[in-house]
Each structure stands twice: as C-alpha cells, then as structure tokens.
C-alpha cells in the first residue's frame, strides 16, 4: 500500500470522478477526507476502509481556511490535495447574463486556487503534491459550457505556474479528463445504448470510468512521480476522432 499513512483531501469526492479518485487512493493505503456541500448518501468506501466527510463550500476562503486548519489538526499532516470539485450546467453565452458565467468561474477556476492556498502551509512541510482536474473542454471550443472550458484552460495555466513557485517543496500537476461514466452519464449521454454509441467515438472504445482517473491520481500523488511537477497528463482514451477523417471517408464512399 503505497501510500500507507499519508493524507489526502478530496474536494467534490463525494460522488462520480471525485468518488472514484477518494476510493483509489483509500486502497492505496492513504487516509482520505473528501468534502463537498452535502454528505453523501453513503460513505465512501474501499477495501474496507471510509474517507472522512467534511461539509464545507469552497467558495467561502474563511471556512476552506478553517477546513484545511481541522484536517491538519486532526491528522496531524496533509500530503495531497486533489482539486476536483466543479462542474457547469449546459448554458449558451447568450442566454445567461455575465454574473451566472461568473459563478462558473468561481467554482472552477477560483474554488482551487482558494483550496490550494489554504493547503499550502502543511502540504510544504510535508514536501506534498496538488493535483488539479482538469478538462479536454480546457483545450478546445466548449459551446454551451463556454466559461467551463475557460476556467479549465486557466486551471491548467495556474497549475504550471504553480509548479514553479511552489517549487521544490510541492509537486503541482493536472489530469486533462475526457468523458467519463459516471452516474450522472445518462443525463448527457441518454440510455446505455446512447453512452454505448458515445463511447465507441472514443479510440479506446469506451468512456473513462471513475476509477481509470483514480488510478492516474494515485499515480501522481506517489514517490513514482516524484520528478513530475507542472505537467498535463490527459485521461481521454486517446481522444476524439477528428471529424475530417469520417467526412473523407464518405466521400470516398459516395
């Protein structure tokens, strides 16, 4: 268990990626505190063992100050944090006034860096790591979640900067996720036969499950990657399929 003893924060770990990621670093031996708004409707288990749950809104700087200072408290250290929580309702530039792309943002982009200043103090003594989650929807035209796209690209950015002024007590890296199946997939996506035809535009053939990200976040939350710092590593089963390969394939055909 490579990460028997060290302490990791989960933000938004209480359901989907966030979920899968707390699950794969308690089986890697790690003691895992999650956070989000509101419990989840059970624990988050693995191999036995329960990440601690915490309510706290990460758009508040006080009560993520005074999270982070619990965590501390309570377990004497803090080795990772994981910046995962956010998320965007489908919403077209025109529709919403500047104020709701702007709460996008915040949750985003602004809930990390807030989140990663607090941690800062004890994720340095501890010669520990940030992992931001990042987005493909960061790297390419996002209609209709326009100012996601917008906050990942930043988180991105911020990361790298990061890395270098942390530099070298703290590791700081991103994963660039594609599509994942989680149990929201069939708002989006529709029935399995809808997730099923989703994922076979993926060149691995199917959608990322939560514990393919979990394991990626382990990955850069260990000794194995202790020299990768300001890096992108992209968890999208090789992305997508560019479109100007099937329409010359059509035509071809025609």
């Known amino acids: 268990m490579e990460l028997k003893g060290r302490v990791v924060v989960v933000t938004g770990g209480t359901?989907?990626?966030?979920?899968?990621?707390?699950?794969a670093f308690l089986a890697a031996g790690a003691q895992v505190v999650v956070c989000a708004r509101r419990p989840p409707a059970e624990p988050v288990a693995?191999?036995?063992?329960?990440?601690?749950?915490?309510?706290?809104?990460?758009?508040?700087?006080?009560?993520?100050?005074?999270?982070?200072?619990?965590v501390a408290d309570r377990h004497g250290r803090l080795d990772c944090l994981v910046n995962n929580a956010g998320g965007t309702p489908y919403r077209l530039l025109?529709?919403?006034?500047?104020?709701?792309?702007?709460?996008v943002l915040e949750l985003n982009?602004?809930?990390?860096?807030?989140?990663?200043?607090?941690?800062?103090?004890?994720?340095?003594?501890?010669?520990g790591s940030v992992l931001m989650i990042g987005s493909v929807s960061g790297t390419r035209p996002s209609p209709g979640t326009a100012a996601y796209g917008a906050?990942?690209?930043?988180?991105?950015?911020l990361a790298r900067s990061m890395a270098v002024e942390w530099a070298p007590e703290v590791r700081v890296n991103s994963l660039v996720l594609g599509m994942v199946?989680?149990?929201?997939?069939?708002?989006?996506?529709?029935?399995?036969?809808?997730?099923?035809?989703?994922?076979?535009?993926?060149?691995?053939?199917?959608?990322?499950?939560?514990?393919?990200?979990?394991?990626?976040a382990v990955f850069l939350a260990s000794d194995r990657a202790g020299y990768v710092s300001g890096a992108s590593l992209?968890?999208?089963?090789?992305?997508?399929?560019?479109?100007?390969?099937?329409?010359?394939?059509?035509?071809?055909e025609n």
């Open 46 to 70: 693995a191999g036995g063992r329960e990440a601690v749950f915490t309510a706290v809104d990460l758009r508040d700087p006080g009560a993520v100050a005074e999270f982070f200072a619990g």
């Open 15 to 23: 359901r989907g990626v966030g979920a899968g990621i707390a699950r």
């Open 109 to 127: 982009l602004i809930a990390p860096m807030t989140a990663s200043l607090a941690a800062h103090p004890w994720l340095r003594a501890s010669r």
């Open 181 to 216: 199946r989680t149990e929201l997939a069939h708002l989006h996506y529709g029935d399995e036969a809808g997730v099923a035809a989703v994922g076979a535009t993926v060149p691995l053939g199917r959608l990322a499950e939560p514990s393919d990200v979990g394991e990626a």
């Open 234 to 252: 992209l968890v999208h089963g090789g992305g997508e399929r560019p479109a100007f390969l099937d329409a010359a394939t059509v035509n071809k």
């Open 94 to 103: 025109g529709e919403g006034g500047a104020e709701r792309h702007a709460r």
């Open 151 to 157: 906050a990942k690209a930043g988180l991105e950015n």
